[in-house]
């Protein structure tokens, strides 16, 4: 059973940065492609980005693409999403995934969620 925790939300002003963590525990840390979505108020989770258990492979959504940069640290357990240029569409619950297998955009193949950060983006 693995274990997600979020940090790292807030409140920022558009055009700013914000870095999320994700801390995961009770599991092998390196055998999970990890995933990062979110869920605005009133909408459907939706797929932010992936990578894949080594870190080398990357995939984004077209909305974040060229502003947001997930990366992972297989020693300490942890996966990132640095956002910049951050926008008031982004305002949203941001929540991390856990899945064995890469290359998965859609929250129904994903075994493990965190309980998610707020990050909220004044304009």
């Known amino acids: 059973q693995v274990q997600l925790v979020e940090s790292g939300g807030g409140l920022v002003q558009a055009g700013g940065s914000l870095r999320l963590s994700c801390a995961a525990s009770?599991?092998?840390?390196?055998?999970?492609?990890m995933g990062w979505f979110r869920q605005a108020p009133g909408k459907e989770r939706e797929f932010v980005a992936i990578?894949?258990?080594?870190?080398?492979?990357?995939r984004y959504a077209d909305s974040v693409k060229g502003r947001f940069t997930i990366s992972r640290d297989n020693v300490k357990n942890t996966v990132y999403l640095q956002m910049n240029s951050l926008k008031p569409e982004d305002t949203a619950v941001y929540y991390c995934?856990?899945?064995?297998?890469?290359?998965?955009?859609?929250?129904?193949?994903?075994?493990?969620w965190g309980q998610g950060t707020q990050v909220t983006v004044s304009s």
């Open positions: 995934a856990a899945n064995r297998a890469y290359g998965y955009v859609t929250r129904e193949y994903y075994d493990y």
């Open positions: 009770g599991g092998t840390f390196s055998n999970y492609a």
């Open positions: 990578i894949n258990r080594s870190g080398i492979a990357t």
